[in-house]
């Protein structure tokens, strides 16, 4: 039998797909011939290592699953951190921002009030600031400045372009700042009333709704 007949022959001895006939065949001249039954041998080995390749492949695999796994909890973990985060900055800065607020309000302090005043009678009228008939400058950052913001007519809402004159008592009732004008859209500033002290304002104006900030 011809060797390159039997090494043709050997694959499909080997997957045990040939016939009985041929496997005799193959198996008689491998006996006798030690070339083929070396080429044989490394082709089985071969084989072994093909059929081994699964088992390979899942030890090699294994670490990859143990990362996947490892990286799919370092994702994981990056999402919830991600979202504590931004759960974090939104509410540091919302925070922040409201601190913003509060700390503006503390260095620029400011308080705006209306008063109406019903008709032209000469009568003081008294300005209440945050439903309170006084003021107090509580820190040092008050400027002691009232402004004449503006003034409309009462029933139309009309603009009017009315001066108020504005006059400070303190507690005692005594006039510290007496008919000082005030022009629309400008204020007057009171450096003469101190820190911590309760002072009351009044305004003398034409009939109309005032607008009048201090700060
Ligand atoms: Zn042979």
């Not at 006939?21 to 084989?47: F, I, Y």
């Not at 509060?102 to 008709?119: I, L, R």
């Not at 945050?130 to 009232?146: A, C, E, G, H, T």
């Not at 022009?183 to 101190?194: C, F, I, Q, Y």
Request: proline share 3%.
């Amino acid at each position: 039998m011809n060797c390159n007949i039997i090494k043709d022959l050997l694959p499909s001895y080997i997957d045990e797909i040939c016939s009985e006939d041929t496997a005799k065949l193959v198996e008689d001249h491998v006996q006798h011939c030690e070339e083929c039954k070396q080429t044989l041998k490394r082709l089985q080995q071969q084989t072994d290592y093909v059929q081994m390749i699964p088992e390979e492949v899942k030890k090699a695999i294994t670490p990859f699953k143990k990362i996947n796994s490892k990286r799919r909890i370092q994702v994981i973990t990056a999402i919830v951190m991600t979202s504590l985060m931004t759960f974090f900055i939104t509410t540091v800065s919302y925070l922040v921002y409201q601190d913003v607020g509060v700390v503006h309000d503390f260095f620029s302090p400011k308080v705006s009030t209306v008063v109406d005043v019903e008709d032209d009678s000469e009568e003081w009228q008294s300005v209440n600031f945050n439903d309170k008939n006084y003021l107090i400058f509580d820190s040092v950052f008050w400027k002691k400045s009232i402004v004449n913001a503006g003034s409309n007519e009462i029933d139309s809402g009309n603009e009017t372009e009315s001066d108020i004159l504005l006059r400070v008592k303190d507690v005692n009732g005594k006039v510290i700042v007496d008919e000082i004008q005030v022009k629309p859209a400008t204020s007057v500033k009171l450096d003469g009333l101190k820190k911590n002290e309760k002072y009351f304002f009044e305004i003398k104006a034409p009939q109309g709704r005032f607008f009048i900030n201090a700060f």
